[in-house]
């Protein structure tokens, strides 16, 4: 299902196969996490804009609107008009960044709802179970993510409790896909590593994973708390033992520059609420750096956000509309800021791809990797 088509070092450019058609790698998932982008984008938005996934989450759609009424709707596809892959997270960052309290044993994890306090019982079975209803293209193992820094005993048996439960999720998978009331019987599994900035941990779990012949692989329990370079050292400890015929997913990041980074040393898929988060509040990237739109220096700058930008902001609007928009707590600018922000990242994986394939990756990632770290307000 997944093919290389060419490589540069550990960067790669394929095609991952799915029953809601191709996803061209690199990729960056647009994040929707209760099945809609924040910013009043909708999914016609974001087929202009170039976006191959959309993920949503099954903690947060579980609680609201609950993953039975997406199934009578006829899965997430229909239920909010997208024809492309979907993606959707296990629930189990939520559960550990977001229950009030929560006991974690070996069935699964009981927590409070983050919203009305209601007693919730969430292991590998029912995660599964409810990305079945919802009917995701691609379902992501129920795990325990893990704060950093983690006591190196604790992290050793976490790992070794998230493998049984990765078991478990593919059991549970195997079974659901087989049942005619099943929306999609060829629902997708990836396994998650993880491991905190242990190295021996990490490569120990991937190994016992990559056994399982999942549909990917994710690393997972990074950017939550260390620094970028313990993150790039622990995905080069990784690349040798990640499987070569199968999609590479870093969960939840980050930067254009992490971005870069990160394909450089083997790494497929993307997510992050980064780009959608920033610009609700005035914070754009561009290519030529990143930009604070609310800065008073842009008040009677009339050029586009970005003048190497096609986006639908940058083809219409000017840099002090969009603030004058902002300034006066108008949707409209959120929404153009948002649009401007996830262009920019779908393209910047397309120019990534584009890099690839023309054997000039090194020298893109050697220019952009400084230059999209650069601010351009001063």
């Not at 800021?337 to 890099?355: G, P, S």
Request: with cysteine.
């Amino acid at each position: 299902m997944f093919r290389i088509l060419k490589k540069e070092g550990t960067a790669r450019r394929g095609v991952l196969e799915t029953p809601h058609g191709e996803i061209q790698t690199p990729v960056f998932m647009n994040v929707g996490t209760c099945a809609a982008i924040r910013g009043g984008v909708s999914t016609a938005d974001l087929k202009e804009i170039g976006c191959q996934v959309e993920l949503s989450n099954t903690y947060h759609l579980h609680i609201r609107p609950g993953d039975d009424l997406i199934y009578r709707a006829g899965g997430i596809h229909k239920f909010f008009n997208w024809d492309r892959p979907v993606l959707t997270d296990s629930g189990g960052f939520q559960v550990f960044s977001l229950a009030k309290l929560r006991k974690i044993r070996e069935e699964g994890v009981s927590f409070q709802s983050h919203i009305d306090g209601k007693c919730i019982f969430m292991g590998p079975e029912q995660s599964i179970q409810i990305q079945s209803h919802i009917a995701s293209t691609i379902a992501m193992a129920f795990d325990e993510c893990i704060e950093n820094p983690a006591e190196y005993r604790y992290v050793k048996d976490s790992c070794d409790r998230t493998f049984r439960w990765l078991q478990r999720c593919k059991d549970e998978l195997a079974r659901l896909n087989a049942l005619p009331e099943t929306i999609n019987k060829k629902q997708m599994l990836f396994g998650i590593n993880q491991g905190s900035t242990y190295r021996d941990l990490r490569v120990d779990h991937m190994e016992r994973i990559a056994e399982l012949d999942l549909d990917g692989y994710a690393i997972g329990g990074l950017a939550v708390g260390e620094s970028t370079e313990e993150m790039y050292e622990i995905i080069e400890a990784l690349e040798p033992h990640m499987p070569d015929t199968k999609p590479r997913y870093l969960m939840g990041v980050g930067t254009p520059v992490n971005i870069l980074e990160a394909v450089y040393r083997g790494v497929d898929f993307f997510d992050c609420v980064m780009p959608s988060r920033n610009a609700r509040h005035g914070n754009l990237f561009t290519w030529k750096g990143k930009m604070t739109l609310l800065n008073e220096k842009f008040f009677d700058d009339f050029s586009p956000i970005d003048p190497d930008c096609r986006c639908p902001a940058c083809r219409n609007y000017s840099r002090a509309y969009i603030r004058h928009l902002f300034k006066a707590k108008e949707m409209l600018g959120m929404r153009l800021a948002v649009l401007h922000n996830l262009w920019f990242y779908n393209e910047l994986t397309q120019k990534i791809r584009d890099a690839l394939e023309e054997g000039n990756y090194e020298e893109f990632y050697r220019k952009y990797r400084t230059t999209l770290a650069q601010r351009i307000d001063g």
